[in-house]
């Protein structure tokens, strides 16, 4: 994707990895806009969810904020990717989901597009690098089925997307 968000998110992560698996952390991006593809999502999904990294946690947000300036020829993608960090930040993995109907979506599609995106490229990765070894592995494992259900993938359409982005190393 050849945007300024793209190029933005790329700059910023250059070479790095994800700590425990190695994966370079561009993956998580390139992983996340193939499902927006698949799954029929706007450009301004695609954009924003490039930016979601530099907003999402507070620390991000602190050193980032500022740079949101760059991107004010579109705020409808800053602010979608505001409302995808409001709402992902309020159901982080530390927190026990009882139930699916217990995650709050957003009001906005795209939003929630984006959501699925992150939560079948973030469970792909899981099953891959940390299922048998991570000490939280079989909460992290309800966390992830559970907000695939709220936002009401299927078991089937996961596997499937599963299956894709496994080939397209």
């Known amino acids: 994707m050849a945007t300024k968000e793209y190029a933005a998110i790329a700059a910023y992560y250059g070479t790095r990895t994800a700590q425990r698996s190695g994966v370079p952390l561009i993956q998580h991006i390139d992983e996340g806009l193939f499902v927006l593809d698949r799954i029929g999502a706007s450009d301004a999904?695609?954009?924003?969810?490039?930016?979601?990294?530099?907003?999402?946690?507070?620390?991000?947000l602190a050193v980032?904020?500022?740079?949101?300036?760059?991107?004010?020829?579109?705020?409808?993608?800053?602010?979608l990717a505001i409302e995808y960090r409001n709402i992902a930040n309020a159901t982080l993995s530390t927190r026990e989901i009882k139930a699916a109907a217990d995650i709050a979506l957003s009001p906005i599609p795209e939003v929630n597009?984006?959501?699925?995106?992150d939560k079948i490229q973030n469970y792909k990765d899981f099953i891959l690098h940390?299922?048998?070894?991570?000490?939280?592995?079989?909460?992290?494992?309800?966390?992830?089925?559970?907000?695939?259900?709220?936002?009401?993938?299927?078991?089937?359409?996961?596997?499937?997307?599963?299956?894709?982005l496994a080939t397209r190393r």
């Open 45 to 60: 999904a695609k954009r924003a969810y490039c930016l979601h990294p530099l907003l999402q946690a507070d620390a991000e």
């Open 64 to 79: 980032n904020h500022q740079r949101l300036a760059e991107f004010t020829d579109d705020t409808y993608v800053v602010m």
């Open 130 to 164: 940390h299922r048998a070894t991570h000490p939280r592995s079989d909460a992290l494992d309800r966390y992830f089925r559970r907000w695939l259900e709220r936002l009401g993938v299927s078991k089937e359409t996961r596997e499937e997307l599963f299956a894709v």
């Open 113 to 117: 597009a984006m959501l699925v995106a």
